[in-house]
């Protein structure tokens, strides 16, 4: 295999070290320790799961990785080895940050992801270890993980170190509650510089709209800014959100609170709150009806429509979208008054009625 970066062994998994103990120093000093209302099970989850997605899962991808490629493709072994260095880390970069988009997209878009990953948006602040709070299983399954693996085979394992280390320092600065894209966003002089950083790469204020409670205070997006490391993806399939601003709120809406150890484990341990999508049996019933619903409305005021069919708060969302393709509608009352809001969710004009529920009826 190739020799090691720099010609110290294992310099990726220590300058990943360094750059988490430089985070949390700067967030120490901050006095971010002093105001955190983070539980055991937060710190454990969190710490917990930076330890074992370094040590035990990354490790374990890598050689299993390895073995298949060994086994399936032996002909191109290190067909890399001797190429641009560069060009090399820049495809790699670039293939495991798509990937990522993807599978961190579908995460909020299929049940069985999603279950793995909403723990990772339960924490109601984030912290140099909240990058690694998901379900164990959630990062044995993560495909450029497995791309990593692919590429050291090929003789790509420097390029997959720098990667690795690079993209670190985005994902843990967009997680980090030292957000230094405040200091571009007051300097309008900077503007320019800051247009282009923020639509190449992740910023905190990017990444701290995806982990907002809901888009009714005009600033989150819980189901868009999927990007990782970089923001190109979000722009190039429309999920993109730019506000340059920061949730009062993070978290999710209506969160069961489960042990640390149910939502790590999970599906290999179940929640034992009924009300837990993580629980045995747990079901989202369909809560659709033909008649709208008449509500009052105040002009001015943000409301967000449910549309995905499965709010126990019909017609408004309660977050049980997540987990599927629908996503809520954002709207802003024009007039203090009363209006029809549609529930059989056929309606061409949403959120209001536009009596397609009688074509439902008959």
């Known amino acids: 295999m190739e020799g090691h970066l720099f010609g110290i062994p294992n310099v990726d998994v220590i300058l990943v070290l360094g750059i988490l103990i430089f985070f949390a120093l700067m967030e120490t000093i901050a006095g971010y320790l002093k105001r955190s209302k983070k539980t055991k099970g937060d710190w454990i989850q969190e710490f917990g799961g930076f330890l074992m997605v370094s040590v035990v899962i990354k490790t374990a991808i890598i050689f299993s990785s390895l073995a298949l490629c060994r086994l ?47 723990t990772h948006h339960q924490a ?117 959100t730019f506000t340059r601003q920061f949730p009062a709120e993070l978290g999710l809406e209506n969160d069961p609170k489960e042990h640390w150890s149910e939502a790590y484990f999970h599906p290999f341990i179940k929640s034992k709150n009924p009300n837990s999508e993580l629980s045995k049996g747990y079901v989202k019933h369909d809560t659709t009806h033909n008649e709208p619903s008449t509500v009052h409305l105040e002009k001015g005021k943000k409301y967000l429509y449910c549309a ?43 959120p209001f009625c536009d009596d397609s529920h009688l074509t439902v009826e008959g």
């Open 124 to 240: 109601e602040e984030l912290g140099f270890f909240a990058a690694y709070r998901n379900a164990g299983l959630y990062y044995v399954l993560m495909p450029n993980l497995w791309l990593g693996g692919i590429f050291v085979f090929l003789g790509g394992a420097k390029a997959v170190a720098v990667g690795l280390i690079l993209k670190q320092i985005i994902v843990i600065g967009a997680h980090s509650t030292i957000a230094w894209d405040k200091f571009f966003y007051k300097r309008k002089w900077l503007s320019p510089i800051t247009w282009v950083l923020e639509h190449i790469f992740v910023t905190p204020a990017f990444h701290y709209a995806h982990h907002g409670k809901t888009k009714r205070d005009g600033i989150s997006d819980p189901n868009g800014n999927f990007g990782n490391m970089f923001s190109l993806w979000d722009q190039l399939f429309g999920t993109a």
């Open 308 to 350: 995905c069919g499965m709010s126990k708060n019909q017609p408004f969302c309660d977050s049980s979208h997540h987990g599927s393709k629908k996503t809520p509608v954002l709207f802003e009352a024009e007039r203090t008054g009363e209006v029809r809001l549609c529930n059989c969710k056929k309606t061409k004009a949403s």
């Open 72 to 118: 399936l493709i032996p002909q191109f072994s290190l067909v890399l080895y001797g190429s641009s260095f560069a060009l090399i880390t820049i495809l790699y970069m670039l293939g495991d940050d798509l990937l990522q988009y993807w599978y961190h997209r579908s995460a909020h878009e299929y049940q069985f992801l999603w279950k793995l990953h909403r």
